[in-house]
C-alpha cells in the first residue's frame, strides 16, 4: 500500500466547486462533491463518480477521513483498478471549503483521504464564531407559515394527547431552526388560553397570544362570503355538529385535474367535508398570517407548513382545500404537511394526558437532583434549573425520533436524569461541565496562576494531537451548520404535499457531541499544573473547548433550551 503526500500546487477538480462560497468555511458537503468530480473526471461520458463517505467512527478515523469503497470503485471502473493519476488528483485539489490533504492512498478498503488536521484544526478554531453559527439564507429569502394544526381551537390543557404535543414541539423547533436561519417565520394560530399559555412556557415555548394575531371579523365574513358563493358548496340549517355547509371536495378535486402536480400526495377519499365556524377561522388565521408575508415582502414566495399529528391529517387536508377554495387569489407557493407519528406509552392501562406525563418527568427530575445535591426547593436558581432539566429531558424524548416514526415512553425509565447518555439532562450537564472549566480557569487566572488567554492566531494547534480531539472537530465542529441546513431544506420544494425534513438531527447531533465531549473530558485534564512548558498546550485545548461550547449553545438555541452555568 502507497501513501501518496499532498504537494503545495494544484487545481480545483471541478468548476461547481470551485465557484467562491459566501464564508470561505471549510464543508463536509463540498469536500465529498470534490472528490466524487476527480474520480467523475476519469470514466467515460455519461458514467458517474464513485460515492465517497465521510468517516465518524473513532476506528476508523485513527487511519482515514474520506473513504471510496472498493464496491463503488468497482461499480465505476470495472475491475476496481483506479487509474494513474487518481490519487495526485486528490492531493492536488484547491477549492473554497475543501480542507487540505495529507494524505490518499489505495488500499484493500478503497480510496482513503486523511486531511492534514493541524491544519484544519487551525481554520477551525482561529474561526470559531463562523463555524457555530447558522447558516444563513440570503436576504430576502423565503418566508414560512408554521400553521400548528393541535393548537386551534384550543380548549384547555385537558384537550392535549401526547401526539399533539409532540407536533408542537416539533413546530417550535423547527421555528428555531428557521429563525437561526435568518428566515422569516409566523407562527399560527394565535393562543388566547392562558392556561395553555402558561404551561407552554415551561417548557421553553413562548406562543404568540390571541391579542398578537387574531384575524378581524372582517375577514371571517369576507371568507363566510366567498364560502356562499362557491358551487361545491351547499348550505342548510346549522347541523347539530355546528357544520355551516357541506363541502363537496371530489367535485373541486374533479375540476382540478390540470394541476395535477399541485395536487399529488391527497387523500383519494376526500369527499364530503363538514365546514364549521372553528374551521373556517382556522383559514383566515392562515390567511391573515400569508397577507402579513405578502406585505412585508410584496412578490416573496412564502411556504406553508401543517405540522399535524397523524390522526389529523386527514381532516387538515380538507382545510388546506378549504382555503383554496375560499382564497384563490392569494394562493401561498406550497402547502405542505408534516404529519407526526403516534406517542405510545410503554404498559399504560389508560392513556395518559400531557399534564400526566409532565408531572411525571419533573418528579423523576427533581428526585435525581435531590438523590445527588440534597434538597434545594427554596433555592429560586435550583428551581429553575430543575425546569431546564424537565423541559430538555421531554424535548429530547420527543424530537430524537423522526417525526414521521411511532415514540415509545417508558415513564418508569431512569435514564432521563444526567446518568442517561441518550436524555436531554445528560446534554444540559455537559454545557454546564464547559461553562464551569471556563469559569475555573478564569478564576485562576485573575489568581495569576494562569496567563492570559492569547489570540487564537497565537495558539499552536500542532499540540492537538489526542483523538478525541478530532472526533469533536471532525463530526461535530465542522459538520454543524451542515447538520442545521438539513433539518428543513429550503426553499421547500418536494413533490407532493409531504415535506421532507429531520426533525431529529439536532437532538441527535447534541446527543453523538455530548458522549464525544464526556469521553475526552473524563479522560483528558484540560487545566493542567501550573508549568510555562504546559501552556500551550493547554491554551489549545481551551480553544477547542471555546468551539465546542459554542456549537453547544447554537444548538440548544433551536430547541429554545438556554445553557446552563451548574447542574
Given amino acids: 500500500m502507497t501513501c501518496f503526500s499532498a504537494k503545495s500546487s494544484g487545481i480545483c477538480a471541478s468548476s461547481a466547486v470551485a465557484m467562491e462560497t459566501d464564508d470561505g468555511r471549510l464543508s463536509v458537503s463540498k469536500t ?6 476527480v474520480l467523475a473526471g476519469k470514466v467515460a461520458d455519461g458514467a458517474r463518480g464513485a460515492a465517497w463517505f465521510k468517516e465518524s467512527s473513532s476506528r476508523n478515523l485513527r487511519s482515514r477521513d474520506f473513504l471510496a469503497p472498493q464496491a463503488a470503485l468497482r461499480a465505476v471502473f470495472g475491475d476496481g483498478q483506479v487509474p494513474d493519476g487518481i490519487v495526485k488528483s486528490v492531493l492536488s485539489l484547491k477549492c473554497p471549503g475543501v480542507p487540505p490533504i495529507q494524505c490518499c492512498q489505495n488500499g484493500l478498503a478503497g480510496l482513503t483521504v486523511q486531511l492534514d488536521r493541524t491544519a484544519v484544526f487551525a481554520d477551525i478554531l ?13 436576504l430576502g429569502g423565503p418566508c414560512v407559515v408554521l400553521n400548528c394544526v393541535p393548537l386551534h381551537g384550543c380548549k384547555g390543557l385537558n384537550s392535549f394527547s401526547l401526539n399533539h404535543l409532540r407536533a408542537i414541539l416539533v413546530t417550535d423547533h423547527l ?7 435568518g428566515v422569516d417565520v409566523h407562527l399560527v394560530p394565535a393562543l388566547a388560553d392562558e392556561e395553555t399559555r402558561r404551561f407552554l412556557r415551561q417548557l421553553q415555548i413562548e406562543w404568540p397570544s390571541g391579542l398578537e394575531m387574531s384575524p378581524s371579523s372582517e375577514d371571517f365574513l369576507t371568507m363566510k362570503d366567498a364560502l356562499r358563493q362557491c358551487p361545491h358548496a351547499t348550505f342548510a340549517e346549522m347541523d347539530e355538529e355546528g357544520a355551516m355547509c357541506r363541502l ?4 373541486f378535486l374533479g375540476n382540478q385535474e390540470q394541476q395535477k402536480d399541485s395536487l399529488e400526495g391527497y387523500d383519494p377519499n376526500l369527499d364530503v367535508f363538514l365546514v364549521t365556524e372553528e374551521k373556517l377561522l382556522h383559514v383566515a388565521e392562515l390567511q391573515r398570517a400569508a397577507s402579513q408575508c405578502a406585505a412585508l415582502a ?24 378549504l382555503w383554496r377554495l375560499v382564497a384563490p387569489q392569494v394562493p401561498p407557493a406550497s402547502q405542505k404537511h408534516l404529519v407526526c407519528g403516534p406517542v405510545k ?8 394526558s400531557v399534564l400526566q406525563y409532565f408531572q411525571v418527568r419533573h418528579s423523576q427530575m427533581y428526585e435525581a437532583s435531590v438523590l445527588k445535591y440534597g434538597d434545594l426547593s427554596q433555592d429560586e436558581s435550583w428551581t429553575e434549573t430543575i425546569s431546564v432539566l424537565m423541559s430538555a429531558a421531554i424535548r429530547f424524548e420527543m424530537l430524537s425520533t423522526a417525526h414521521s416514526k411511532q415514540i415509545l415512553l417508558d415513564l418508569e425509565e431512569a435514564s432521563i436524569s444526567t446518568k442517561g447518555t441518550k436524555s436531554g439532562a445528560f446534554v444540559m450537564y455537559n454545557c454546564a461541565r464547559l461553562a464551569t472549566l471556563f469559569e475555573t480557569y478564569q478564576r485562576e487566572a485573575e489568581k495569576g496562576t494562569y496567563p492570559a488567554f492569547p489570540l487564537p492566531s497565537e495558539l499552536d494547534y500542532s499540540s492537538l494531537r489526542e483523538e478525541g480531539e478530532w472526533l469533536l472537530v471532525f463530526n461535530s465542529i465542522l459538520p ?4 442545521l441546513s438539513q433539518v428543513v431544506q429550503l426553499p421547500i420544494s418536494s413533490s407532493g404535499i409531504r415535506i421532507t425534513a429531520s426533525t431529529e ?3 441527535k447531533f447534541l446527543i453523538q457531541l455530548s458522549m464525544d465531549f464526556s469521553s475526552y473530558y473524563n479522560r483528558v485534564h484540560i487545566l493542567g499544573e501550573p508549568r510555562p512548558h504546559l501552556f500551550s498546550q493547554m491554551f489549545a485545548r481551551l480553544q477547542l473547548m471555546r468551539a465546542v461550547r459554542e456549537v453547544f449553545h447554537s444548538a440548544l438555541m433551536t430547541l429554545h433550551l438556554p445553557p446552563l452555568n451548574q447542574i
Wanted: proline share 7%.
Fill in 505 to 507: 438531527a439536532v437532538c
Fill in 32 to 37: 465529498l462533491r470534490a472528490l466524487k468530480d
Fill in 175 to 181: 421555528a428555531g431552526v428557521l429563525q437561526a436561519q
Fill in 298 to 321: 410584496p412578490g416573496r414566495c412564502y411556504d406553508v407548513v401543517h405540522v399535524v399529528s397523524h390522526e389529523e391529517a386527514f381532516q387538515q387536508q380538507k382545510v388546506d382545500l
Fill in 480 to 483: 454543524f451548520s451542515e447538520v
Fill in 248 to 251: 363537496h371536495l371530489r367535485g
Fill in 126 to 138: 482561529k474561526a470559531i464564531p463562523s463555524y457555530a453559527k447558522p447558516p444563513q439564507i440570503a
Fill in 345 to 352: 406509552v410503554a404498559a399504560a392501562a389508560s392513556p395518559v
